[in-house]
């Protein structure tokens, strides 16, 4: 941030503002880095989730499917 040569009344919030910047940036660069990074960097950071959780149902169909593929290609 530049210097300010007087005195403003938005100083705390531009400082404030500058300060929550540099921290999500930080955050930011972290979670790249365990997206996109090499394997052995992306094992030692925890996983990012994305989506919504698969519900047992879905798992069940996926299943079923997958076996009825299995078997078409068997026959």
Known sequence: ??????ECSLKQ???ELA??????ERENAQLKKSLYGA???R???P?????????PE??????R??????LKLQL
């Open 1 to 6: 941030m530049p210097p300010i040569d007087h």
């Open 65 to 70: 499917a997958r076996a009825e593929a299995k």
């Open 19 to 24: 300060e929550r910047l540099e921290k999500l």
């Open 47 to 55: 996983r990012v989730k994305t989506g919504e959780p698969v519900t």
């Open 58 to 63: 879905e798992t069940k169909a996926t299943r």
């Open 39 to 41: 394997r052995s960097e």
């Open 13 to 15: 919030f531009v400082t």
């Open 43 to 45: 094992s030692k950071l």
